[in-house]
């Protein structure tokens, strides 16, 4: 990022990076200051702990009978020792001071970034004049009858859009309710439910050129939460119909099929397809784990991607531009849906020494985090199981994954809570060391170019 943009920042997001380091120091002084050597000993001891606990972890779930119990009470003892250890020396408040001031400068940090002009983010390009038939397909029975709730469909027919319920008993082909649509004349494709559902709708409005709506009435709504809409009131989706702006991003393609979220293969997708996995969620996950992690159960993996080769991972996600790693209130959030990338995050563990060397992150020899454009899947199986944006699904080996750039036209509302920054601490340093002077012929070399126009139809 050039220093043009940097000015570009207002004075106050300056002054809260400044002061997210000085509480980062003051929590790294606090202990040194008041423990000494023994802030060395405390650091050995917590992160003993934790590798404690992140074995115990794994024997928890890869084993059946006494052995899982035993290792589901180490799990829960190993921080409760830390605790009582710090107490009894003395360190506990030294600790908490510290952890508290971690806690502030990451909320300062997060202000800081929150007001940084400068931030990287999707471009938006203005629409002229809102469509003409707008077609949107509701779930009623999706985020425990969101649609019903917020009298989503009356709101909506107000507005100009025609609605189409998946109210009946019957399974309905959500994509051929949507080519019926253009086919009709619908110039906007929108869908209020779930994140499959999503993914259906969005493959068709991206296959005809068609602007598509995202309307948060699902269970979770990640695609949503990426877009930077509003999860908790999902009216306030609706005003895509008359004052919108359009994000131009990326669509996963996997067998055929597009996906906006995520493609999951491994344990977790091995599990979803059980039958018994609907009714008892808890008791199936913990009755399959151990075999399936073991390598007993479920099919060998082999990846392909950006030129690397990873062999039997235990659960691998593929996913529609690359989720925030580096922070962990980010995890599950991409910032950009518009890179034109696929992201890579394997997780090969075979034993608790491997499950303990997660805590390295991205030198862990068990955990691959890459980008790629494509990313091929095949295994020892015919086909495979495969979770896609939640739906499960037996997908034919080898699978293939690759992304589209720029394929999907969303329109979201101008005015949308927009997306959380994630904790980019290089980002921070190098707004906490720009010069508060102001550089006007700076800020007007950083001025973004006039976005081009879209029409409605």
């Given amino acids: 990022m050039t220093q043009e943009v940097l000015h570009h920042a207002p004075r106050s997001a300056t002054w809260l990076a400044r002061l997210s380091f000085a509480l980062a120091f003051a929590a790294?002084?606090?202990?040194?200051?008041?423990?000494?050597?023994?802030?060395?000993?405390?650091?050995?001891?917590?992160?003993?702990?934790?590798?404690v606990s992140l074995m115990a972890a794994y024997w928890f779930l890869s084993r059946h009978g006494a052995l899982r119990w035993l290792s589901l009470a180490l799990f829960a003892a190993a921080p409760v020792a830390v605790i009582v250890l710090y107490a009894l020396h003395s360190l506990l408040w030294v600790a908490l001071a510290a952890a508290g001031g971690w806690l502030l400068a990451s909320v300062t940090a997060r202000a800081a970034l929150a007001r940084d002009q400068g931030q990287v983010r999707m471009p938006e390009y203005p629409v002229r004049e809102p469509a003409r038939h707008p077609?949107?397909?509701?779930?009623?029975?999706?985020?425990?009858?969101?649609?019903?709730?917020?009298?989503?469909?009356?709101?909506?027919?107000?507005?100009?859009?025609?609605?189409?319920?998946?109210?009946?008993?019957?399974?309905?082909?959500?994509?051929?309710?949507?080519?019926?649509?253009?086919?009709?004349?619908?110039?906007?494709?929108?869908?209020?439910?779930?994140?499959?559902?999503q993914a259906l709708v969005a493959g068709i409005a991206a296959e005809h050129g068609l602007p598509f709506m995202v309307i948060t009435a699902g269970t979770r709504n990640h695609f949503a939460l990426d877009l930077g809409l509003d999860?908790?009131?999902?009216?306030?989706?609706?005003?895509?119909?008359?004052?919108?702006?359009?994000l131009q991003i990326d669509l996963g393609v996997i067998g055929g099929r597009t996906f906006v979220n995520n493609a999951s293969f491994g344990a977790y997708a091995e599990v979803v397809e059980e039958p018994a996995y609907r009714g008892d969620k808890l008791g199936t996950t913990l009755e399959l784990l151990p075999d399936l992690l073991q390598g007993h159960r479920g099919a060998r993996l082999t990846v392909h991607a950006n030129g690397m080769e990873i062999t039997a991972p235990n659960a691998l996600l593929v996913s529609n531009n690359p989720y925030e790693t580096g922070d962990i209130a980010g995890l599950g959030r991409r910032a950009q849906l518009d890179r034109g990338a696929l992201g890579v995050v394997a997780v090969t563990v075979h034993s608790a020494r491997q499950a303990a060397g997660l805590l390295h992150r991205r030198n862990a020899a068990g955990l691959s985090v890459l980008t790629a454009q494509e990313v091929t899947?095949?295994?020892?199986?015919?086909?495979?199981?495969?979770?896609?944006?939640?739906?499960?699904?037996?997908?034919?080996?080898?699978?293939?994954?690759?992304?589209?750039?720029?394929?999907l036209r969303v329109w979201v509302p101008r005015d949308r809570p927009g997306v959380p920054p994630a904790l980019d601490w290089a980002?921070?340093?190098?707004?906490?060391?720009?010069?508060?002077?102001?550089?006007?012929?700076?800020?007007?070399?950083?001025?973004?170019?006039?976005?081009?126009v879209l029409k409605g139809d």
């Fill in 427 to 452: 980002r921070l340093r190098q707004l906490a060391g720009r010069s508060n002077r102001p550089q006007p012929e700076a800020a007007a070399e950083a001025a973004p170019p006039a976005p081009r």
């Fill in 377 to 407: 899947v095949t295994a020892d199986t015919h086909q495979l199981p495969v979770g896609i944006d939640g739906e499960s699904v037996f997908l034919p080996v080898p699978v293939q994954c690759a992304v589209r750039p720029g394929a």
């Fill in 231 to 246: 999860r908790n009131d999902p009216v306030t989706c609706l005003r895509a119909l008359s004052e919108a702006v359009e």
């Fill in 28 to 51: 790294v002084a606090v202990v040194a200051a008041a423990a000494g050597l023994w802030s060395l000993v405390m650091l050995a001891v917590g992160l003993a702990a934790a590798a």
């Fill in 135 to 197: 077609f949107l397909i509701m779930n009623p029975k999706s985020g425990g009858g969101k649609v019903g709730r917020f009298d989503l469909q009356r709101k909506a027919e107000e507005l100009g859009a025609e609605v189409f319920l998946l109210s009946g008993p019957e399974p309905v082909d959500v994509a051929e309710v949507a080519r019926s649509a253009v086919a009709g004349g619908a110039d906007l494709l929108g869908v209020a439910g779930g994140d499959g559902t």
